[in-house]
């Protein structure tokens, strides 16, 4: 029996967003799961973000555990599974960090630390390395994995959101051993439902600590995280071979189909051309490609069949909803402006057309295919990460027919 090509759906609500753990409203997530379900998708990606879960270091926020039993529930109602992300972590722009995490000094990176809510002037221990963080990870896995590892609607355990834009390991020895330890809890838990680690394309185009061959040796799903519109080298903003190929690409450095379970792209207003929206985010000057939603729309129709010619598992786009204009105050929204326009609806609930993109191509029951298309590696993946920007690049252009 051939098995189906999942299609699915990153997750915040459209008026609460990372807030909604703290601002629960069941109706509001049972309302979207039922639109999310309408359009054939039959995943949903959400996250617990670690500043709302853990209160402190020794214990996991009872408020938190009954929301997700009632999401989870929910999400059964509608035939959805959930993949599960554990420590987020970075998001959006931001790192949400545990108010316990911070110590107090000057942040050693650029990006805006949000802690209880509220943008902080504070780094925080990498949570790689400090026994705190270590503990508080096991227990935060321990106890959602115990309490929900027989509920039908949970699909598969996630290890965190790109987690080197949160923390970076200090080697790859260290990186590979958290991989484990968390991985291998997980399974004395569960042994039964699939685990992976929600890593992006900076695990391609970098010496990361956190390697593919690495990661999705241990884990048991290969997942990607791709955008051409972040890539400036790729052929065009909306390039539809880019998405595939580093699915490609991570296939051949694990030897394991990949599932894209990442992309997409943020909107113009209805009505615009695709432009190029600048402004000042986080002190420095930004610039952002914006398409027009009939631009995105053919772009998704173009990539989705890619992915099923390269072996893809699925494919699950970035992210359910644009976010109600009541958050553009908050973060992400108040710098990271495009974030508020990345959804498959729009700040209204009304649903942009690459929507029905995705609602025709379930409608079509995809499934997984050998690959028809493949990237064949070179070189070892010692090699390949001894230069890996140069080869991410050179092998993309081999891909396209151009190396």
């Given at each position: ?8 759906v ?37 996250f617990?973000?670690w500043?709302?879960?853990q ?15 009632q ?28 108010g ?25 221990r ?5 026994d ?15 309490a ?91 390039d539809?071979?880019?998405v ?5 690409l ?10 894209m379970e ?15 929206w ?36 699925g ?25 508020r ?10 649903l ?52």
């Amino acid at each position: 029996m051939s098995q189906p090509f999942v299609l699915g759906v990153n997750y915040w609500p459209r008026r609460k967003a990372m807030y909604w753990w703290s601002d629960f409203d069941l109706d509001e997530v049972r309302q979207e799961f039922e639109v999310i379900a309408s359009l054939g998708l039959n995943v949903v990606r959400l996250f617990l973000l670690w500043d709302d879960w853990q209160p402190t270091p020794s214990t996991v926020s009872d408020a938190c555990l009954q929301r997700f039993g009632q999401v989870c529930d929910t999400a059964a109602e509608f035939g959805l599974g959930l993949d599960v992300t554990f420590f987020t972590g970075h998001m959006s722009g931001p790192n949400w960090a545990p108010g316990w995490l911070l110590d107090g000094l000057p942040l050693p990176f650029a990006r805006q630390v949000v802690s209880g809510g509220q943008v902080v002037q504070s780094g925080y221990r990498n949570y790689f390395t400090d026994d705190e963080a270590r503990a508080a990870q096991r227990l935060l896995l321990r106890t959602v994995v115990s309490a929900f590892r027989d509920h039908p609607a949970v699909w598969m355990w996630n290890l965190g959101n790109e987690p080197d834009l949160f923390a970076i390991a200090p080697d790859r020895a260290t990186g590979r051993g958290w991989v484990e330890e968390m991985t291998t809890l997980i399974r004395q838990i569960d042994p039964q439902r699939p685990i992976t680690t929600g890593l992006h394309v900076a695990s391609l185009s970098t010496a990361e600590a956190l390697r593919i061959d690495d990661t999705f040796t241990i884990g048991d799903v290969a997942v990607m995280h791709a955008y051409p519109m972040y890539t400036p080298w790729v052929r065009h903003p909306l390039d539809p071979d880019f998405v595939p190929y580093t699915c490609a690409l991570t296939s051949a450095l694990c030897g394991k189909p990949t599932l894209m379970e990442e992309f997409g792209g943020c909107t113009a207003p209805p009505g615009h051309e695709s432009f190029i929206w600048e402004w000042n985010a986080y002190g420095r000057p930004h610039a952002q490609f914006m398409a027009a939603e009939n631009d995105l729309a053919a772009y998704l129709e173009a990539v989705l069949p890619k992915l099923v010619e390269v072996g893809a598992t699925g494919a699950m786009v970035w992210c359910f909803a644009d976010y109600h204009e009541t958050l553009w105050h908050k973060p992400p929204c108040l710098e990271s402006r495009h974030e508020r326009f990345f959804g498959l609806v729009r700040p209204d609930g009304t649903l942009k057309p690459h929507a029905q993109v995705l609602k025709a191509f379930a409608a079509s029951r995809p499934t997984v295919q050998p690959a028809q298309r493949t990237l064949a590696l070179d070189v070892t993946p010692d090699e390949y990460y001894a230069r890996p920007d140069y080869h991410y690049q050179r092998l993309y252009r081999v891909f396209i027919g151009e190396g």
